[in-house]
């Protein structure tokens, strides 16, 4: 029998879920919260298997009440049941350690099999925020600027920052003026800057400076 504690500020909501899950020979409603302190509260008595929580609520929201039963148990499983997928609601639930992301306008079966799933630690994740985890994960993915350029790019920046010309570059480096001239255009192409006075900023503000 999956345990399932409901934490959701709509009365009406709680009735509907609680009575459908009623109805499933798998499934236990053992309790039910109508804010995020209570949630908390609740979910530290009863110990459920899986929690449906809420995220805008009065008081303590349900990100919040999330972040304090991830931290108070043991691997729980929280599915996040909500109206929103807004960014400020999708990255910090998941954040604070939410397993699964459905919206309300779910199918009642379909916010079953997500308890039966979560009951295994297996994730479900409505399309609108996969497709923003996805495309955060690929953002994070990405390389910095400065981590294309070469190892003599970096030493020409490096000299750049320090205030040199490209004649001095070349002196430095005992390399052709027209390679220093070519090395900068290709730093500032890369760093996405306009000139060297921003590549030199750029190297400064990112530690690129010994």
């Not at 807004?86 to 910090?92: A, L």
């Not at 309300?104 to 009951?119: C, D, G, L, P, Q």
């Not at 205030?163 to 255009?185: M, W």
Request: net charge negative; with cysteine.
């Amino acid at each position: 029998m999956i345990r399932v504690l409901l934490v959701d500020d709509h009365e009406m909501v709680r009735l509907g879920l609680s009575t459908y899950l009623s109805t499933q020979k798998d499934i236990e409603v053992v309790g039910e919260a109508s804010n995020g302190e209570e949630g908390v509260r609740l979910a530290l008595e009863t110990r459920p298997d899986v929690i449906l929580m809420d995220l805008v609520m009065d008081g303590m929201d349900g990100i919040e009440a999330t972040r304090r039963i991830c931290k108070a148990l043991d691997d729980p499983k929280i599915i996040v049941l909500t109206s929103f997928v807004d960014d400020d609601k999708v990255y910090p639930a998941i954040e604070a350690g939410a397993l699964s992301y459905l919206l309300k306008t779910s199918k009642a079966a379909e916010i079953a099999e997500a308890i039966r799933r979560a009951a295994k630690g297996e994730p479900v994740l409505e399309a609108a925020v996969t497709g923003k985890v996805l495309s955060r994960m690929r953002k994070k993915q990405a390389p910095l600027p400065h981590e294309q350029l070469t190892d003599r790019e970096r030493e020409v920046l490096n000299l750049i920052a320090e205030g040199l010309s490209n004649q001095e570059i070349a002196d430095r480096l005992c390399i052709a003026l027209k390679t220093v001239k070519a090395h900068v255009t290709n730093i500032l192409a890369k760093l996405e800057v306009e000139d060297r006075t921003q590549a030199a900023i750029y190297a400064h503000r990112n530690g690129l400076v010994k």
